[in-house]
């Protein structure tokens, strides 16, 4: 194996995992602990498979402090499917309640049309995407099945540091979040949650595997056209087994709820473990690099402060002009696909919690290298 150190990765996603999940993946790949299998090549209903699944499901019921009344589903078809799937399941065809705040939110409620009545309860467009609207000016439905949000923007870079209290509100649906891009980054206040989904590409494992985690008194009302393999009901009868689920990438999600779990991170208040020393890490990285890019009179954020992500951070230099010299100046230094979405431009930074503090620290060790030399 090589010694030299991996380059940094700044993917939106599919993004870096632990180094140390990748080695034991590696390690495992011909010959899972003595069974004389890889993972690929099990059965998902066998004994060998089926225990990786349970562990992987108590693993992230810990991590994420997952009451028992909610339902883990391990499913297909990423976050993108979710939007219809969702609508699907929850709606019975009525009316939902959609707030956007960035391209995600924004497919999101597109989708939901297709199956029922989504309603613009809010919106941040006037603002480019770079605030989040002030709770009391929600306009929410009475009739409302959920309301949906999407909690971290992974393209603009805006991140509900708290999520909605609906009942405060005056609305008694069920909160829908959407949650791809910082899932398992923070707590999630369950108290105020009907459904969380993620696709696993952010900070869970790699593509195929989505993450639905919904209070299970929500769930047995599908459309009666909804695909068995995405009625929440059928998939939690089935222990998401209905069909084959994406059987390696629930494997390696498991493998890094246990790396989250073990996580260790020593602070002023004393030392943090698990998802608390996650979370610690995830502000002092986000801080670092906000920090240099507001103080540093060459690069810019146009993110409301109240609202700025920890996992996914846009930046511009001065220019578009200087963009293709920034990106192969970081190419070139081991910071990889640091290049902005096409939709907003510039450039940006995703953060997840597989990225170390070092490696925030390369990045602004290098964009004042550059901005010197650019200036
Ligand atoms: C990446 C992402 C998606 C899309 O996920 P797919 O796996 O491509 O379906 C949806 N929502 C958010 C917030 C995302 O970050």
Redesign the pocket.
């Known amino acids: 194996m090589s010694t030299s150190p991996r380059p940094f990765n700044f993917s ?2 599919p993004a870096t995992l632990p180094e140390e999940v990748l080695q034991q993946a590696a390690a495992e790949m011909l010959d899972w602990r003595g069974s004389g299998m890889g993972v690929m090549e099990m059965s998902h209903r066998g004994k060998e498979f089926t225990s990786i699944a349970e562990q992987a499901e108590a693993d992230l019921r810990t991590l994420l402090a997952i009451p028992s009344h909610f339902k883990v589903l391990f499913m297909q ?7 219809a799937i969702i609508p699907m399941n929850l709606s019975r065809g009525g009316v939902v309640d959609h707030v956007i705040t ?1 391209s ?2 924004q ?2 409620a597109k989708e939901a049309r297709k199956y029922c009545t989504a309603k613009l309860a809010a919106s941040n467009e006037a603002d480019h995407h770079t605030t989040l609207p002030a709770h009391g000016s929600w306009q929410l439905s009475d009739d409302a099945t959920y309301v949906h949000v ?6 603009h870079g805006v991140e509900m540091h708290a999520l909605p209290d609906l009942a405060a509100l005056g609305s008694t649906a069920p909160l829908v979040i ?5 899932i398992a980054s923070r707590p999630i206040d369950w108290s105020r949650v009907g459904l969380a989904y ?5 900070n869970i494992g790699p ?1 195929g595997l ?1 993450l639905v985690i919904v209070r299970e008194d929500l769930i047995g009302h599908a459309l009666p056209d909804t695909p068995s393999a995405f009625d929440y009901q059928v998939v939690a009868d089935n222990g998401s087994m209905y069909n084959t689920p994406p059987t390696y990438a629930w494997y390696i999600a498991g493998l890094v709820f246990q790396w989250a779990l073990k996580q260790r991170e020593v602070t002023p208040q004393g030392e943090l473990t698990g998802l608390a020393a996650i979370e610690a890490r995830n502000i002092a990285k986000a801080q670092l690099l906000y920090d240099y890019i507001d103080g540093s009179g060459y690069y810019t954020n146009k993110v409301a402060k109240d609202c700025r992500s920890r996992m ?1 951070i846009p930046f511009f230099l001065p220019d578009d002009s200087l963009n293709a010299a920034f990106l192969a100046s970081t190419q070139g230094a081991g910071l990889l696909q640091l290049k902005g979405h096409k939709s907003v431009g510039g450039m940006r930074a995703s953060i997840y919690n597989a990225m170390p503090l070092a490696g925030v620290q390369a990045l602004v060790d290098h964009m004042k290298q550059f901005a010197a030399s650019h200036g």
């Open positions: 939106a996603g078809g990423g976050a993108i499917a979710e939007n960035g995600w939110s497919k999101s999407c909690s971290n923007e992974t393209i959407d949650c791809s891009s910082h993620a696709g696993a590409q952010k593509s989505t996914n």
